[in-house]
């Protein structure tokens, strides 16, 4: 279970997103990302130079994520699995059962999966949890800006259990921001 301790808040899901990156990513490391995505999520991790797998969404699979083909592109450098939930902009929602699929993935392969899910709470009903309370391997980017309608506060958060990842987003979030501006608190 989430604690409130496992919640970074961030000047913004954009500010997040690249905290996560460039404190995860390095040139040898390789990324998974679903396609299309917020530019965030790709170009970022090209600018740090690292191998990227664009894993695509297509209309003959209903916007569908493929596991199968998730899994055959991981590779032994694979750090970092990019996906979107609530995908913007097909509005696919991970089932229960990818969710468990993507647990095991991440277990098997010691890889960390990213769910941007800044489009969460924009549902008509919110249908799962932070994805980050599921598995230690998880970690869910949240923002304000789109369920809320409040892009102009620029507040997001990151959400893991993992406590040395919280430490080392939370220092390189301290290179970046100190602390929130307190309407955004």
């Known amino acids: 279970a989430l604690r409130s301790g496992d919640v970074l808040l961030t000047g913004g899901a954009a500010m997040g997103l690249f905290i996560i990156h460039t404190?995860?990513?390095?040139?040898?490391d390789?990324?998974?990302?679903?396609?299309?995505?917020?530019?965030?999520?790709?170009?970022?991790?090209?600018?740090i130079g690292c191998e990227i797998?664009?894993?695509?969404?297509?209309?003959?699979?209903?916007?569908?994520?493929?596991l199968d083909q998730l899994e055959a592109s991981i590779?032994?450098?694979?750090?970092?699995?990019?996906?979107?939930?609530?995908?913007n902009p097909t509005g696919q929602v991970l089932s229960d059962e990818q969710i468990t699929q993507l647990t095991t993935i991440a277990t098997n392969y010691k890889v960390k999966i990213?769910?941007?899910?800044?489009?969460?709470?924009?549902?008509?009903?919110?249908?799962?949890?932070?994805?980050?309370g599921k598995h230690p391997q998880f970690i869910s980017v949240l923002s304000f800006s789109k369920g809320f309608g409040l892009p102009g506060i620029r507040m997001g958060?990151?959400?893991?259990?993992?406590?040395?990842?919280?430490?080392?987003?939370?220092?390189?979030?301290?290179?970046?921001?100190?602390?929130?501006?307190?309407?955004?608190?």
């Open 114 to 132: 990213l769910v941007d899910e800044t489009y969460r709470d924009a549902c008509y009903e919110t249908p799962y949890p932070v994805l980050a």
């Open 30 to 47: 390789h990324l998974i990302v679903v396609h299309p995505n917020y530019s965030s999520n790709l170009e970022v991790p090209k600018a």
């Open 23 to 28: 404190s995860l990513l390095t040139r040898e």
């Open 75 to 87: 590779k032994p450098n694979t750090k970092l699995i990019s996906l979107t939930s609530p995908h």
């Open 53 to 66: 797998t664009r894993l695509p969404l297509n209309i003959d699979h209903q916007w569908t994520l493929d």
């Open 157 to 185: 958060a990151v959400i893991t259990q993992d406590e040395v990842l919280y430490q080392t987003f939370l220092a390189a979030k301290e290179m970046i921001q100190i602390c929130n501006p307190p309407l955004e608190e």
